[in-house]
């Protein structure tokens, strides 16, 4: 299986650790990430519109890529599975921002990758606390930027036809309900290891179609009991969501 995530550096965290879950897994799945930092729809638009050679083509979790591309370059340099799109995080909650960017990325996605299905990324909420969610964003709390981001993300998927979701967002929500409060680092990405572990897992969950529960991948930095933890958080929130948006559910 063939993925390809137009993010940013949410995406980064999203995948970092995918590839090491597969093989352990005994999945063959392989992800690209094209990242540019803070990258929005309009953003990867405009990139696209111009060709500009702006991401770092990022193959399997490696962070420290030098490779400098254009999307259609890496669209059309082999046949994807699927392609992930999101918007970036500090203008997830506002649906006023996904259009019409959205519609014309995915325009350019079947353009170059046509066998491609087109599937969204839901990103997560800021850590309770921020400066970035509060003062910034201009959010009450942590639950409110999440409830705004999840409807905001439901409309994205109805507006590509009922793409499916991949629920990160919600699985970052899920773990912070059962008492899980190392997701962030620097208040709004992924931790590392926790979150980004955690991403990761349901990633797996939602691509290879099968529990992440007794993976035996673990990163440094995680611990044992921490990663049968967010094992069963992954898997219970991939599971919820689904019975919750079976519209949206991948199949």
């Not at 490779?67 to 909650?93: G, N, Y």
Request: hydrophobic share 35%; with cysteine.
């Amino acid at each position: 299986m063939e993925i390809l995530a137009i993010g940013n550096s949410f995406s980064q965290d999203a995948t970092r650790y995918l590839r090491e879950i597969a093989v352990a897994g005994g999945q063959q799945l392989n992800v690209t990430n094209l990242y540019y930092g803070g990258c929005s729809l309009a953003q990867h638009v405009d990139f696209a519109s111009r060709e500009e050679a702006a991401y770092e083509k990022q193959v399997n979790g490696d962070g420290e890529s030098h490779i400098k591309a254009t999307s259609r370059e890496v669209l059309s340099s082999q046949p994807w599975d699927f392609v992930t799109l999101q918007q970036a995080s500090h203008f997830s909650a506002d649906k006023g921002t996904y259009q019409p960017y959205l519609m014309t990325l995915a325009e350019y996605v079947r353009q170059y990758a046509p066998g491609a299905e087109l599937v969204i990324h839901e990103t997560w909420a800021y850590e309770e606390g921020s400066q970035r969610l509060t003062e910034e964003l201009g959010f009450a709390n942590q639950r409110e930027m999440y409830d705004q981001l999840e409807a905001a993300y439901e409309q994205a998927a109805t507006d590509l036809g009922g793409a499916s979701i991949i629920p990160c967002g919600y699985a970052f929500q899920y773990a912070l309900a059962q008492g899980f409060s190392n997701l962030h680092r620097d208040t709004f990405h992924a931790s590392i290891p926790q979150g980004r572990y955690l991403l990761a897992a349901v990633w797996y969950e939602f691509f290879a179609r099968e529990t992440v529960v007794g993976n035996a991948f673990r990163p440094e930095g995680l611990s044992v009991r921490e990663q049968e933890f967010l094992q069963r958080c992954a898997h219970e929130a991939r599971l919820e969501w689904e019975q919750n948006h079976s519209p949206h559910a991948c199949q």
